[in-house]
């Protein structure tokens, strides 16, 4: 009972860090500060969720890795340090949250590191959620018909998700292409929010699909489904988001 309790909790963390991570990324409609409040609350449920997970650290040299530990071993890694360093480098341009923080590095090495790691963070956050949906739906049973239609609905809207990430520039910000994030502050804030849940879509579709190639390489011969079907769905994904970009 206790283990279901603390698995729920868990799962509300996330929730909770996947909507203040959307509300983040909406920097146009919450304003500066907003957004820093919201960064500190989303800093304290990264702290809680790293002390719910203690178990996983404590495992983390023990037993066999196969290609699904690897993946999220080193996607939960990263996915902290870039909460870390975008929490540090916020919190060194601070002046409504925690303006004694201020300074704690050179502002303008913090603002392009801050843009940069909070959109990596974003992306890593995506993956991350992907990756444990096949382990969260495990126990539902679909025919193999109904799974196939509700992959390529998904792969849809994950290419729509890869349109919205292409046409906000987003790697730019990943890669330090540029200093300052261009928003649009005339868009509707409910455009801004379906847009942040398309593009977290993307790289949810694109963790989950991958999770499902993973599990499959560790079943029984007999048990296997096609291993091309999941690569096959991500680059359908990518095709066609790169398609409408360019349409």
């Not at 999220?72 to 923080?101: E, K, Q, R, Y």
């Not at 300074?103 to 959620?129: D, E, N, P």
């Amino acid at each position: 009972m206790q283990g279901k309790d603390n698995t729920m909790i868990k799962r509300i963390v996330d929730a909770c860090m996947t909507l203040l991570l959307l509300c983040l990324m909406a920097y146009q409609i919450t304003g500066e500060v907003l957004h820093e409040w919201i960064g500190i609350g989303m800093t304290v449920l990264v702290i809680v969720h790293q002390i719910l997970n203690r178990k996983w650290y404590g495992a983390i040299f023990k037993g066999n890795y196969n290609s699904y530990r690897i993946i999220t071993t080193v996607l939960n890694i990263t996915l902290l340090l870039a909460f870390a360093m975008t929490a540090f480098c916020g919190m060194s341009m601070s002046g409504h949250a925690v303006p004694f923080l201020y300074g704690m590095t050179k502002v303008s090495f913090a603002r392009r590191m801050h843009l940069s790691m909070s959109h990596w963070a974003f992306v890593l956050m995506g993956l991350h959620l992907g990756m444990h949906i096949p382990v969260m739906f495990a126990k539902t049973k679909l025919a193999d018909k109904l799974r196939m239609v509700l992959s390529i609905l998904f792969c849809l809207i994950a290419s729509a998700g890869m349109l919205m990430f292409l046409k906000n520039g987003m790697f730019s910000y990943l890669f330090f292409k540029v200093p300052f994030a261009f928003l649009d502050y005339e868009k509707a804030g409910i455009l801004v929010f379906l847009e942040n849940i398309l593009m977290l879509s993307f790289w949810a579709f694109v963790g989950t699909e991958v999770a499902i190639l993973c599990r499959n390489s560790q079943m029984k011969k007999e048990d296997k489904k096609n291993p091309l079907l999941p690569v096959v769905f991500i680059m359908g994904a990518i095709i066609l988001g790169l398609i409408f970009h360019m349409v």
